[in-house]
């Protein structure tokens, strides 16, 4: 079994390696579009196999779909990351046009293959992919919302001082500063919800965190972060080849659930061997709606960009 990964960058290639430490396929094909990147960070990732103890071949290429070719799932991560100071929306107008093609080339050697989006500004890039690939809306997948629950766990568990494990928590919304929802009412700590830990100013100071979360590695980084977006992005290629049948926030085509209609947003689904095969609903409290009425407005916003 094959997994593709385009842009072999910082993200394309975290998500290469913890598919082969994961061993989720057979091959995991690196494509990008710099001549010999992909070739090269493909060579340095299988002379980790004896260290590292796995035995999935990854194939680096330039430009060859051909070597994509039947692949079970393709991840897409090609496009320009932000600098500090800079808002993911802003990326539209560079990364739009390199995920169209992307997906084209994807889709004339993959056929049947599950995309997982990760470009930025991701929510409308999954959007233009549903868009321009004709795909069933649950083969494609864009990965924000699982990254975004890993940081919100991270920062409630900081503020517990506790083991990530033991708490759970879901962002939903679109993937961007203002517009993530941390679903700070239904998070639990060892099954009792935070708000019996944490006061009200703290949830608040959380959940904020949460939302810059990608600007403050920016910050730190000098370009946007790639440890955590690589395990999310292989986290949802897991769900899927292993057939986990996991809840994950992401961000998929909605026909009517939480309200909204033609828009891909992150919400609660549950991920499988066929994609993204249901929505849960959460029941949202009023307070809730506004926050994801709003989020939903400002993708759409970001949508009409698109010459479709
Ligand atoms: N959704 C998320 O949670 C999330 C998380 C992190 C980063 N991102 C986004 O992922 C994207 C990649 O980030 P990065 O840090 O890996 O950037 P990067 O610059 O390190 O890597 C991007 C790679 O894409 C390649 N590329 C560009 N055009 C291409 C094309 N037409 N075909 C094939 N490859 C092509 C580049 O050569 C480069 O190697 C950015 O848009 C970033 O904002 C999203
Ligand atoms: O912050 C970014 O621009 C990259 C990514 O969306 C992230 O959240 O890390």
């Given at each position: 079994?094959k997994?593709t990964?385009?842009g072999?960058?910082?993200?394309g290639?975290?998500?290469?390696?913890y598919?082969?430490?994961?061993?989720l396929?057979?091959e995991?094909v690196?494509?990008d579009?710099?001549e010999?990147f992909?070739?090269?960070?493909a060579?340095?990732?299988n002379?980790?196999?004896?260290?590292n103890?796995?035995n999935t071949?990854?194939?680096?290429t330039t430009?060859d779909?051909?070597?994509?070719?039947g692949?079970k799932?393709?991840?897409?991560t090609s496009?320009?990351?932000?600098?500090?100071?800079?808002?993911?929306?802003?990326l539209?107008g560079?990364n739009?046009?390199?995920v169209k093609?992307?997906?084209?080339?994807?889709?004339?050697?993959?056929?049947?293959?599950i995309?997982?989006v990760?470009?930025?500004?991701?929510d409308?890039?999954?959007y233009?992919?549903?868009k321009?690939s004709g795909?069933?809306?649950?083969?494609v997948?864009g990965m924000g919302?699982t990254l975004?629950?890993?940081?919100?766990?991270?920062?409630?568990?900081e503020?517990?001082?506790?083991n990530?494990n033991?708490?759970q928590?879901v962002v939903?919304?679109?993937?961007g500063?203002?517009t993530?929802?941390?679903?700070?009412r239904?998070a639990?700590?060892?099954?009792t919800?935070?708000?019996n830990?944490l006061s009200?100013e703290?949830?608040?100071?959380?959940?904020k965190a949460?939302?810059?979360?990608g600007?403050?590695?920016?910050g730190?980084?000098?370009t946007?972060?790639?440890?955590a977006?690589g395990?999310?992005?292989?986290?949802?290629?897991?769900?899927i080849?292993r057939d986990?049948?996991?809840?994950?926030?992401a961000?998929v085509y909605?026909e009517?659930e939480y309200g909204?209609?033609?828009?891909?947003v992150?919400?609660?689904?549950?991920?499988?061997k066929?994609?993204w095969e249901?929505?849960i609903d959460?029941?949202?409290n009023?307070?809730e709606?506004a926050?994801?009425e709003a989020?939903?407005a400002?993708v759409r916003k970001?949508?009409?960009?698109?010459e479709?």
């Amino acid at each position: 079994m094959k997994v593709t990964v385009v842009g072999a960058g910082n993200v394309g290639a975290s998500v290469a390696e913890y598919c082969a430490m994961k061993e989720l396929a057979d091959e995991v094909v690196l494509l990008d579009i710099k001549e010999g990147f992909a070739e090269g960070k493909a060579m340095d990732l299988n002379q980790c196999a004896t260290l590292n103890g796995f035995n999935t071949k990854v194939v680096g290429t330039t430009g060859d779909y051909s070597k994509t070719a039947g692949s079970k799932v393709v991840v897409i991560t090609s496009g320009i990351p932000r600098k500090p100071g800079m808002t993911r929306e802003e990326l539209i107008g560079t990364n739009v046009g390199i995920v169209k093609t992307v997906t084209e080339n994807l889709i004339k050697h993959s056929p049947d293959a599950i995309l997982v989006v990760i470009s930025n500004p991701m929510d409308t890039m999954t959007y233009l992919s549903a868009k321009s690939s004709g795909l069933p809306k649950n083969r494609v997948i864009g990965m924000g919302g699982t990254l975004d629950s890993s940081r919100f766990r991270y920062r409630l568990a900081e503020a517990l001082d506790c083991n990530p494990n033991d708490v759970q928590g879901v962002v939903i919304g679109g993937h961007g500063d203002t517009t993530m929802i941390p679903l700070t009412r239904l998070a639990t700590y060892n099954s009792t919800p935070v708000s019996n830990y944490l006061s009200e100013e703290k949830l608040e100071e959380v959940a904020k965190a949460t939302m810059v979360g990608g600007a403050t590695l920016t910050g730190l980084l000098g370009t946007s972060a790639w440890y955590a977006p690589g395990a999310a992005g292989a986290a949802v290629v897991e769900a899927i080849v292993r057939d986990q049948k996991k809840l994950m926030s992401a961000s998929v085509y909605l026909e009517g659930e939480y309200g909204q209609e033609d828009i891909c947003v992150g919400v609660p689904v549950i991920i499988g061997k066929d994609g993204w095969e249901e929505v849960i609903d959460f029941k949202l409290n009023d307070e809730e709606k506004a926050k994801f009425e709003a989020s939903a407005a400002a993708v759409r916003k970001m949508n009409d960009a698109l010459e479709l």
